[in-house]
């Protein structure tokens, strides 16, 4: 699986836009961008996932450059119980049984 | 969307005693399910695959004849801890996907804390 590089950290005030940048720059043309995150002691929860499209949930917007070698979630309008590590993941299959591989993510802390 | 739990929540067992975690499927067929470990500050990292029916593969390093991995039924799979030491104190966290979903859901993890 390709592999992922994120910031370790990021800062965002509340109500504002948190974006969320993950490179991935050997990425295979067929592999997806699945973003997830975990809210501290919970289990992983998934947000959004795209192949070459940019796409939109209730809770995020995913944008992939068109040369898919990065991309950036972004939530619209962030609250603290946004407060969490995202991980950007790359994974060969757009199915849940193919094993996730998680890296170190970007810890998001969100601030009145 | 489709809900797994764990049980218990936290646990705390002495060392050399053995404990058994939970990981269930409420509302979907789980046909595979995974287990992952956490320890602090760290990322996630998978132990081992379970397909119903089948026995567990599990990944380089992952002792299999100390994490006994079952998955009996569609909505079940148990990871025992044999032998509990206290450098098996870790967040232990399962996911379950099924037949035509494009991901996994986990499960809210169980804490465990070997004295």
């Known amino acids: 699986d390709a592999k992922t590089t994120q910031p370790p950290s990021m800062d965002c005030a509340e109500g504002r836009a948190a974006n969320l940048p993950c490179n991935h720059s050997t990425i295979s043309g067929n592999e997806y961008v699945y973003w997830y995150r975990q809210i501290h002691s919970q289990g992983p929860q998934y947000i959004i996932h795209?192949?070459?499209n940019n796409e939109t949930n209730e809770m995020a917007s995913l944008i992939i450059t068109e040369d898919r070698k990065s991309s950036t979630l972004i939530l619209p309008h962030a609250t603290l119980r946004d407060t969490a590590v995202y991980y950007c993941?790359?994974?060969?299959?757009?199915?849940?049984?193919?094993?996730?591989?998680f890296g170190t993510g970007t810890r998001l802390l969100v601030s009145p | 969307g489709a809900v797994v739990s764990q049980h218990p929540s936290r646990v705390i067992c002495k060392s050399g005693t053995s404990v058994k975690i939970e990981c269930r499927s409420l509302?979907?067929?789980?046909?595979?399910m995974f287990w992952y470990r956490q320890f602090p500050k760290q990322s996630l990292m998978l132990m081992a695959t379970s397909n119903e029916g089948s026995k567990a593969t599990y990944e380089q390093g992952v002792e299999k004849d100390k994490f006994l991995i079952n998955h009996a039924s569609l909505t079940l799979s148990t990871l025992t801890v044999t032998s509990a030491h206290p450098e098996d104190s870790s967040f232990y966290i399962c996911?379950?996907?099924?037949?035509?979903?494009?991901?996994?859901?986990f499960g809210p993890g169980t804490r465990l804390t070997v004295t």
């Open positions: 795209g192949l070459k």
């Open positions: 996911s379950a996907t099924g037949q035509g979903f494009y991901e996994q859901y």
């Open positions: 509302d979907f067929q789980a046909t595979t």
């Open positions: 993941i790359v994974r060969p299959l757009n199915t849940g049984f193919q094993k996730l591989v």
